[in-house]
């Protein structure tokens, strides 16, 4: 018989290294994401406020997550992203507020200026222009004795100028009404009074266009001129 060819002796085989396992990559924080979107929504204070307030609660939660989340910078960036816009948003209203409200003084001031000194130059029919006829309609003969009884009283008018303003309730949310403290200057000195306005839209401008639709002037001897006539305290 064939002899048995001898096999080859059997060995364990030998020890390979194998590559670590990578560690699991983590989730990136989708709260992180939407506090970032608010943070820096333009113009709108309390969502900006509520993004640096999700911020916090993401990267809170990140702390806690033992690595599972990510977007740590995410969170911090709408955090003091969130509270800056809030902060800028709200000067800049401030600021755009005062200067409206500067600008209405302003117009308000010329338009009872001119008012007055078409009144003063009897040019009633210019007055009028400077007057809210659908408001309270003035009849142009109660024009003529009011500017006369005010020469009477005071002299020539010289200048006006707006002390304060605040406004009052209106006919309409669309029309808003002012009432004004002024100080007028006649030849004869200085003399207090107070006008109401109607403020109206105008295409063009940024600003409400001032229309009269009451005036009040000291005659010097404690009473009062008032125009329209008959209009109560």
């Known amino acids: 018989p064939r002899p048995l060819e001898c096999l080859p002796a059997m060995h364990d085989p030998p020890d390979i290294d194998l590559p670590p396992t990578p560690p699991a990559r ?3 924080s989708v709260l ?4 970032v979107v608010l943070a820096f929504v333009p113009l709108c204070p309390p969502v900006n406020a509520l993004g640096a307030l ?7 939660r990140i702390r806690e997550s033992g690595g599972q989340l990510g977007g740590r ?3 911090l960036t709408a955090l003091f992203g969130g509270i800056a816009m ?3 948003t709200l000067i800049g209203f401030q600021q755009l507020a005062e200067g409206m409200e500067h600008q209405q003084k302003q117009d308000m001031g010329a338009a009872l200026d001119e008012f007055m000194h ?10 009028l222009q400077s007057w809210s006829l659908r408001s309270t309609p003035v009849p142009r003969d109660e024009l003529v004795s009011f500017s006369a009884d005010l020469k009477q009283a005071n002299g020539v008018f010289e200048s006006v100028r707006i002390g304060s303003m605040q406004t009052v309730p209106g006919d309409s949310f669309l029309t808003p009404e002012v009432s004004a403290w002024i100080i007028c200057r006649f030849d004869s000195g200085e003399r207090n009074g107070s006008a109401r306005f109607v403020l109206s839209p105008t295409p063009g401008r940024w600003t409400l266009v001032p229309l009269l639709v009451e005036l009040r002037i000291d005659d010097g001897d404690g009473e009062e001129l008032v125009l329209p006539q008959g209009v109560t305290p």
Do not use: N
């Open 118 to 127: 078409a009144m003063q130059d009897e040019a009633f029919d210019t007055a």
């Open 86 to 88: 809030s902060v800028v």
């Open 54 to 60: 999700l911020g916090v609660i993401a990267w809170r």
């Open 32 to 35: 992180a994401i939407i506090a």
């Open 73 to 75: 910078r995410t969170s």
């Open 26 to 28: 983590p989730r990136f």
